[in-house]
């Protein structure tokens, strides 16, 4: 069976890591955090150090927060790529610009080492369950390298070209709509409420009517919860949305929407709730109408 290190034991990527273990396939888990790292090896994941194994190794996955992260595992100080034996493949699963999908599928190329662009999309649950959605591109040969890892951890694999770029600019198509919608969907609620609708009851109905989303689905019993345990973090949308306008600015196209859901999640950082789940993105609503969410004071 490959061997498969994994980069970035997040919500996301200990999800990916799992998926390949159960696979069967030897599997290393590697992370900023040691807890983490602990706990993929009790999961099963094999120990040992990537200056030891990298040479192994069949395929790395990337799935960290940005494109300078990525870039630092590939390149830097410790990177990985000129460690890695010719012809053994990078999946890049960060959201990143194309531009610099290209530039990475360029690096590796001078080392023999092939890229696959394999940004994904489907939650933590979904990655837990190795059910993910890839918008992937690459070389044939990326393709054929990366498959029993695309096998162990999607449901659906989307070709979307011969060469690092569209994948990326498809998740950042993606990522334009998933962050809008939860900006939306914040404010549909706190709306609700100031007319009377519960955030209970406004799930329950508008989840089966036209107004529903996925992300209203998944995010909104978030708010009724009064549980914001990050599962996708409002810190990671002013970085996404911003790549999305970065390149809509490149292609002189206006993103007036997107411009204003990265306006609430910026104001979601700039009061503390960074770290907290992106349905947080709510109480920026709330506090500006002096609403009192579930399970929180109007204080807080």
């Not at 069967?24 to 955090?33: N, R």
């Not at 807890?35 to 993929?40: K, Y």
């Not at 990143?96 to 994904?120: H, K, N, S, W």
């Not at 390298?145 to 990326?168: M, N, W």
Request: hydrophobic share 50%; aromatic share 6%.
């Amino acid at each position: 069976m490959p061997k498969t290190a994994v980069f970035g034991l997040g919500a996301m990527g200990y999800g990916i890591a799992c998926s390949i273990l159960r696979d069967g396939q030897t599997t290393f888990g590697f992370d900023i955090e040691p807890a983490q790292m602990a706990r993929f090896c009790e999961e099963g994941g094999t120990e040992g150090r990537i200056e030891d194994i990298a040479d192994t190794l069949d395929a790395v996955a990337v799935v960290v927060l940005n494109a300078a992260q990525t870039e630092a595992v590939l390149f830097g100080e410790f990177g990985v790529v000129p460690m890695l034996k010719k012809g053994a493949v990078v999946l890049a699963c960060a959201t990143v610009p194309p531009e610099f999908a290209r530039a990475m599928e360029a690096r590796c190329a001078t080392q023999g080492v092939l890229y696959l662009d394999a940004p994904i999309s489907g939650g933590a649950v979904k990655s837990a369950q190795g059910r993910l959605s890839i918008m992937a591109s690459g070389t044939p040969e990326a393709f054929d390298a990366a498959k029993p890892v695309l096998d162990a951890i999607a449901e659906t694999v989307f070709q979307l070209g011969d060469k690092a770029g569209p994948g990326s600019a498809m998740k950042a198509a993606n990522q334009l709509l998933a962050g809008v919608h939860i900006a939306t969907m914040a404010e549909a609620l706190t709306f609700g409420m100031t007319q009377g609708v519960t955030p209970d009851r406004f799930v329950e109905v508008i989840s089966k009517c036209a107004g529903s989303s996925w992300m209203l689905e998944n995010r909104a019993p978030h708010i009724v919860d009064g549980d914001y345990t990050p599962l996708s973090a409002v810190n990671i949308w002013p970085k996404d949305l911003g790549i999305v306008l970065e390149i809509a600015q490149a292609a002189q196209f206006d993103a007036p929407i997107t411009t204003a859901a990265l306006q609430q999640f910026n104001a979601a950082v700039a009061m503390g709730l960074g770290r907290e789940d992106d349905a947080a993105v709510a109480k920026v609503y709330a506090r500006s109408a002096g609403l009192t969410l579930p399970g929180e004071d109007l204080d807080i």
